[in-house]
């Protein structure tokens, strides 16, 4: 999650600067000492953009590869835009470099990358910011560490049982196939993300899904603690 801040606040800075620039070189008709120095940092920067926009575009597709859940529409209208950006970026790179005839297109083409950048970025990192979904995931991991200490003697014959009634009817146990949205179980405390939510396998982390669901799943608020405990147990043997 830091990590997408972190990629979303780079690309949303360097495409500040990529217009900024741009405007510089050629918004004004006077004062054209620094035209070099200007047209280089455009360049420099636009290739640092590229190169942390495909960062980010690798890392989504590893993790959507991960994950067998069907996209959501925010996600495809996402993926829909940073594909335009690529392109529409790689047209701007061939005006400047071999079609020299559609030169002054490029311009418009670069506002048109700034712009998409701010809808790309908004339907992802935006949208979990506005939502509070960082928010959320703090606060929750508090929670879960106090019903822990409260709870060491975990029993798993009870998880077991709770299990085969409150969540077998969704959840495989012997296989991480899907049954229809629910991932199968087998195995998920040796993973090293969850299947559906992409969060980090942690004790907090799987108590949280079952108190507050990622999406789909219902909540089981009215379990107690200890039946929580003895069902992350049974889940652990998997
Ligand atoms: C009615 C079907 C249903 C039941 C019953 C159900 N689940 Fe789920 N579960 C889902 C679905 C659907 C998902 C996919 C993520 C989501 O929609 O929240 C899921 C996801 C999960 C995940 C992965 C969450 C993630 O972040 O990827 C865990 C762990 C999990 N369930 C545990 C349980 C446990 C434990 C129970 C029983 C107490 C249970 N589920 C009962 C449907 C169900």
Same mark, same amino acid.
């Given at each position: 999650m830091i990590l997408k801040l972190s990629?979303?606040?780079?690309?949303?800075?360097?495409?500040?600067i990529a217009a900024y620039t741009m405007f510089e070189i050629f918004g004004k008709t006077e004062r054209r000492k620094n035209m070099d120095i200007l047209k280089k940092i455009h360049r420099i920067n636009g290739r640092?953009?590229?190169?942390?926009?495909l960062f980010g575009a690798i890392g989504?597709? +590893?993790?959507?590869?991960?994950?067998?859940?069907?996209?959501?529409p925010?996600?495809?209208?996402?993926?829909?835009?940073?594909v335009a950006i690529f392109l529409i970026?790689?047209? @701007?790179?061939?005006?400047? @470099? +071999? +079609?020299k005839q559609f030169y002054s297109y490029a311009k418009l083409i670069g506002v048109?990358?700034?712009?998409?950048?701010?809808?790309?970025l908004a339907f992802s990192t935006g949208y979990s910011l506005v939502t509070g979904q960082y928010s959320k995931n703090f606060n929750t991991e508090a929670v879960g560490q106090q019903m822990i200490v409260a709870n060491k003697e975990a029993n798993v014959e009870n998880g077991k049982k709770l299990y085969a009634q409150l969540c077998a009817s969704c959840h495989y146990t012997d296989k991480k196939?899907? @049954?229809?949205a629910a991932p199968?179980?087998?195995g998920i405390f040796k993973e090293k993300y969850l299947p559906s939510s992409k969060k980090a396998v942690t004790v907090e982390n799987v108590i949280n899904q079952i108190k507050n669901p990622y999406k789909y799943m219902p909540s089981f608020n009215d379990l107690t603690d200890s039946q929580i405990n003895d069902i992350v147990s049974y889940l652990k043997t998997l």
């Open positions: 990629i979303s606040l780079l690309l949303i800075i360097l495409s500040f640092f953009f590229f190169i942390v926009f989504c597709i +590893y993790m959507l590869s991960q994950s067998r859940a069907e996209l959501t925010r996600a495809t209208l996402h993926a829909f835009s940073a970026f790689s047209l @701007k790179i061939l005006f400047i @470099k +071999y +079609y048109l990358v700034v712009l998409l950048t701010f809808n790309l196939d899907f @049954k229809r199968g179980l087998q």
